[in-house]
């Protein structure tokens, strides 16, 4: 079979092409209809159905949205005309359809070609052979180098990310072979993302005290859980920083890296360090690195204009990287600005103390004074944000509202929004800096960065990240997209925000402004905790993410919420709402998954239902 058109034009004249410039999909194409004068012909694209049809006669077929029945069996409209004023497809939906057939056909990584007005694509053409996809396939597996894409950035024939994240833990407790064992025969994971640093919970360690114990691994809780590095530390690395000794006490001299890397990699299975910014008060040398209060007491957290804090990021991506064969890095930083701080604009901000919010630090004073932001401005501006959100939790209502207010306080004090940026494009810096670092080591290692969940539920946070900017420096991005836990989390963000910012707002109201303005379908601000979100969630924010992405190489693998824990008259994981979000993922077109958020804490019902998705979407 053969799909072919001379000229292609068209307001962009988008097309997929593999390696030969072979057409894969086409959009907005000038396409010979006989019965049509030339003056008359639109701007039209060859049925897509069609060649989906042809890839997948005699196999079981993904689900794709066909063509409007009344339209042409020949084709079907891209574009308006006086003819046909409303397209039974618009370009956005063309293209996730595009993404999803080529993932279901195993296809590598695609770029939808575009150019400026009049762009032609002369004698565009695609040849699958006739009910053999393998012949095609095979066109397609070189199209990644061809385009200049690395492999962290290339897709391979029945390699879709399907990863995990694991902790050290769970490899000493349940042995590295029988973790493998399991991880590949019920969720078919061809990736780990090994937790190499945290001092936090959330990724390390076993279940969180308090929680059901899982039906695998040590039937006991980790009392003695501190956290650190669970690979060796290479001091020659660390020149640049205070933090010299952090290594994790709990799991004696086991090193995560060197105990699971050979054991993968025949198993052929891709290892990614993955290790985010928690730290703790207590770490020998951490008061340098610290960021400071509005107060200028030191924090927990550590600031990321300090060159000690960002000589120990880059020190750690080298050890990574010269000391193991690794396939990649993950860096996770779960913080927001001290506006949204002090607003507590976060799942759980509640109890954020607004005088607690960071960073004031003298790094940061000089950078803002050299973008023309004056610190003492800054500074009294969040004191008298303190002030109006200790009253509205106390419940003392302005003469005009607490929403109005805060207004106020922001046209009075523009720098409340300069100083968040400031933090905003510190945080952006540190990604390209370690972005750099690595390529300057191994270009071909993958680089990524795991997105917090807030960017689900505030407007503000998610208005910072901004996917498309983000790109230019990211190999990848694991987004947060945890389902179940999302309508516990919600909640709690708009109970925050809602004793201040909000105050104004009853609960149910401001959660149906929230899912009006983050284009959400999910349950009352009753039900949410009880019920989580739903699959729909998942595919909602897969889409968007995916048109923020649209025309950069960056992957997208959504992070997959399997038995993350909430109170225990909250909603749980089940297999069929497991099932259902990967699979939500995948159809939205997501270019992998990630299992989130630890291995320690999953029940292996609900990951057996994540591998049978993958293996249902073949």
């Known amino acids: 079979m053969r799909y072919k058109v001379n000229v292609a034009r068209g307001s962009s004249g988008g097309a997929a ?12 194409a000038e ?14 694209g060859i049925r ?18 066909p063509p409007q029945a009344s339209q042409s069996d020949m084709f079907w409209s891209l574009t308006d005309s006086a003819q046909n004023p409303q397209p039974i497809i618009g370009r956005t939906e063309f293209r996730r359809m595009v993404l999803r057939i080529a993932f279901h056909a195993g296809a590598t990584k695609r770029r939808l070609r575009a150019g400026a007005p009049g762009y032609m694509l002369k004698r565009a053409m695609i040849t699958p052979e006739k009910n053999n996809r393998r012949a095609f396939l095979r066109t397609l597996a070189a199209s990644g180098a061809a385009l200049g894409l690395s492999p962290a950035q ?3 024939p029945g390699k879709e990310m399907i990863g995990i994240h694991v902790g050290a833990g769970s490899f000493a407790d349940e042995g590295v072979e029988q973790v493998l064992d399991i991880l590949q025969e019920r969720a078919s ?9 945290t001092y936090g919970r959330g990724i390390a360690g076993r279940q969180v005290p308090g929680q059901p114990l899982p039906d695998h691994g040590k039937q006991e809780y980790d009392a003695n859980f501190r956290g650190g590095s669970y690979t060796k530390i290479h001091a020659e690395f660390y020149r640049d920083t ?22 993968a990699r025949k198993r052929g299975i891709r290892i990614y360090c993955w290790f985010e910014d928690v730290f703790r008060r207590d770490i020998a040398g951490i008061e340098k690195l610290q960021e400071r209060d509005l107060y200028g007491r030191g924090a927990a957290t550590l600031c990321f204009n300090n060159p000690e804090y960002r000589g120990f990021l880059l020190g750690v991506v080298e050890d990574y990287l010269r000391s193991h064969p690794v396939d990649g890095i993950m860096w996770g930083s779960e913080r927001q600005g001290a506006f949204s701080n002090a607003l507590g604009a976060q799942h759980g901000g509640a109890s954020n103390d607004p005088g607690r919010i960071t960073c004031f630090c003298d790094f940061c004073r000089r950078k803002g004074e050299q973008r023309g932001t004056r610190f003492e401005r800054a500074r009294q501006g969040f004191l008298e944000l303190e002030k109006f959100v200790r009253a509205a939790r ?6 005009d509202g607490y929403y109005v207010t805060l207004w106020r306080l922001m046209l009075r004090y523009p720098e409340l929004l300069a100083w968040e940026m400031l933090w905003t494009d510190s945080l952006r810096e540190t990604y390209q800096a370690i972005y750099q670092k690595v390529k300057a080591i191994n270009p071909n290692a993958g680089t990524g960065w795991h997105i917090w969940h807030n960017n689900s539920f505030n407007p503000i946070y998610r208005a910072e990240r901004d996917l498309h900017e983000i790109a230019s420096y990211s190999d990848f991005l694991k987004i947060v997209m945890y389902h179940n836990c999302a309508g516990e989390r919600m909640a709690g963000y708009i109970a925050s925000v809602g004793a201040a910012m909000f105050a104004d707002v009853p609960k149910d109201e401001l959660l149906a402004l929230h899912y009006r303005i983050l284009d959400y379908r999910e349950k009352p601000y009753e039900q949410i905790s009880s019920a989580g979100f739903s699959s729909d969630y998942v595919s909602r924010e897969t889409q968007r993410a995916r048109s923020s992405l649209e ?10 919420d399997i038995d993350i824990p909430t109170a225990p008259e909250h909603s749980k994981c089940t297999p069929e709402s497991t099932k259902q979000a990967v699979m939500a993922a995948f159809h939205a077109g997501a270019d992998g998954v990630i299992l989130s958020r630890k291995y320690s804490e999953m029940h292996l019902s609900n990951l057996g239902a994540a591998g049978a998705a993958i293996r249902e979407l073949g």
């Not at 897509?48 to 077929?61: E, K, L, M, P, S």
């Not at 994971?189 to 640093?197: D, H, P």
């Not at 933090?243 to 054991?263: H, I, N, Q, S």
């Not at 106390?394 to 003469?399: F, L």
């Open 154 to 156: 290339t897709r391979q």
């Open 242 to 263: 205070s933090l010299k000794e952090f290594r994790a006490p709990e799991l004696g001299d086991f090193d995560v890296l060197e105990a699971v890397l050979p054991a």
């Open 551 to 560: 025309g950069a190489t960056t992957l997208l693998w959504p992070g997959i």
């Open 31 to 44: 396409v010979k209809m006989p019965a049509v004068p030339p003056e008359e012909r639109l701007n039209q």
């Open 189 to 197: 994971v061809n990736a780990l993302f090994l937790a190499t640093f």
């Open 394 to 399: 106390s419940g003392v209502r302005p003469v």
């Open 17 to 28: 092409v593999d390696i030969k410039g072979k057409l894969f999909a086409l959009h907005n």
């Open 48 to 65: 897509i159905d069609q060649i989906y049809a042809d890839f997948y006669a005699g196999t079981q077929r993904p689900p794709i949205v």
